[in-house]
């Protein structure tokens, strides 16, 4: 069950803007590998820019506010856009950022935070994702080289949204797969067309004899092959498995480039401890 929206954010006293409040299970290993991908990548960056003049991009379409509080301490954590920018301008910097939220307000402090850490170059687009998306594509430049970090709250991720970034030849993107509400809810999403979304033409890799965890597995890998049958997509082997304290797998982190460099920098960086793993 979803937590009332009262309990998912308060102020930041320091700005006085919105900020999230989250568990504690799986935030410092995607933002570490997003700082570690970010950094190895930034001399192919420098190229782009410095030598064919080609702007460099991120993209974040489920931003949030752009800081967080981990529930129940004091810790507070930047958002995945603001770890991408201080990261990116302590080494080269990307020329543009594009930022979406369905939700206005926490798209406007997402802004403000990436204003305050000296970006200026950002495109913000309040929407779902699936709407956004498209704006977000003609933000970039065609012949650039771009990074999107997609990070959704649950399941409910369009192949839509990552066919429709994938339209830009050097666009990588790192896909936040949520394997619990995946593994939760595979029957109900099967049913109420969450899953022809996230998976189009999933019907053609289950059959009526296959247990619920073969089922589980056939849709991934009709997922992840569809990225590199139909989106011309090279998907590395290395697939983070993200866990929570029980050690349930929350998340999976699935890299896609058309590159072999970017495949070869995430599968260098990508292997930070246990949490990895190879499906």
Known sequence: MAKP???QYDIDPGDGLKR??????GVEDKHERLQKYIFASHAARRKFWREY??????????????RARIRETDVIVDGSAVVAAKTSEACTPFQRYVIADIDKE????????????????????????EETVRPAVNAL??????????????????????????????????????????????????????????????????????????KRTAVFLHWKGLLESKLRYK???????????????????VFASRHDLG??????????GPQRGLI
């Open 106 to 129: 926490l798209l406007a402090a997402c802004e403000s935070r990436l204003r305050a850490v000296g970006v200026s170059n950002v495109c913000a687009l309040c929407g779902p994702a």
């Open 235 to 253: 998907v590395s082997d290395t697939i983070v498995r993200v866990r929570g304290p029980n050690r349930a797998e929350i998340y999976w982190l």
């Open 53 to 66: 003049g080609k702007e460099t991009g991120f993209v974040d379409l489920y931003c949030g506010p752009g």
């Open 263 to 272: 495949g070869k920098l995430w599968g260098e960086i990508a292997n930070l």
């Open 5 to 7: 929206k009262k309990d």
């Open 141 to 214: 430049h065609k012949g650039g080289l771009n990074l999107a970090f997609i990070d959704p709250f649950n399941a409910n991720l369009p192949f839509s949204v990552i066919e429709t970034l994938g339209e830009l030849n050097r666009m990588d993107q790192l896909i936040h797969f949520s394997v619990m509400d995946y593994r939760r809810n595979l029957s109900t999403m099967m049913q109420d067309g969450r899953l022809d979304s996230l998976a189009p033409g999933w019907q053609k890799a289950v059959s009526k004899t296959m247990g619920v965890e073969e």
């Open 20 to 25: 999230g409040i989250i568990g504690a299970w």
